[in-house]
């Protein structure tokens, strides 16, 4: 029994399905990916297309306090220069539903949320993040990149001509996924290799992060 569980130490999997509850498995201690594989509502989906085809910057970020179980994440005046687009409320609802599901799966009380519109990749190298745990979901364009455990050698992460061993995974435009980092702890050494992907030319990613701050 203890050789079988030292084993499990030493790798890691990840996990996908298509409801809500394959997020739970990412505190599984042998788990350091979790994706809700999912199908974005069609309003949600068509705002997001609608947002990028103004071809507007976005570059938001929130330090959000939650310091009361169920409390409603203040999202007030977020992307609002987007809020008179057809779908805009309805976006908002899922991302303070996102905030409020990350915030009770980990018991957070202070997590970073970023709203980008990239067009270009921001991490272009095989990384991994020095953070306990981070949701990614793009809502719009090509979804991020990762590997699976064992695919690249760890000491070249971060280097330009770094290649990986094996296929290169992607998550889908709507996926909701959890990657756990370096600061999870017990996943020392374990954070999840991934990075951005670059978008084809004249082409653009609406992205959400949340990081679990506290």
């Not at 095989?126 to 793009?138: A, N, S, Y």
């Not at 290649?163 to 017990?186: C, N, R, T």
């Not at 978008?199 to 701050?213: C, K, M, Q, S, V």
């Amino acid at each position: 029994m203890l050789a079988l569980k030292l084993q499990q130490n030493r790798t890691r999997h990840q996990h996908q399905g298509p409801t809500p509850k394959a997020l739970t498995r990412i505190l599984h201690d042998d788990t350091n990916l979790a994706v809700w594989q999912r199908q974005l509502p069609l309003h949600i989906s068509d705002f997001a297309k609608l947002l990028l085809s103004l071809n507007e910057p976005l570059a938001e970020s929130l330090c959000l306090e939650l310091p009361e179980e169920d409390a409603e994440p203040d999202l007030t005046g977020l992307a609002c220069g987007f809020r008179d687009l057809a779908g805009y409320e309805g976006f908002i609802a899922d991302l303070k539903w996102l905030v409020s599901a990350f915030a009770c799966l980990l018991g957070a009380k202070q997590i970073g949320l970023r709203l980008r519109v990239l067009d270009k990749a921001m991490c272009p190298r095989f990384h991994v993040d020095h953070v306990p745990v981070r949701l990614i979901t793009t809502y719009a364009g090509v979804g991020s990149q990762w590997l699976k455990e064992g695919a690249m050698d760890r000491q070249q992460l971060g280097q330009a001509n770094a290649e990986p061993y094996a296929k290169i995974e992607q998550l889908d435009s709507g996926d909701v996924a959890l990657l756990k980092g370096e600061k999870w702890h017990g996943n020392e050494g374990f954070g999840l290799i991934h990075r951005s992907p670059q978008p084809a030319a004249g082409e653009r990613r609406l992205i959400l992060t949340l990081d679990w701050l506290g």
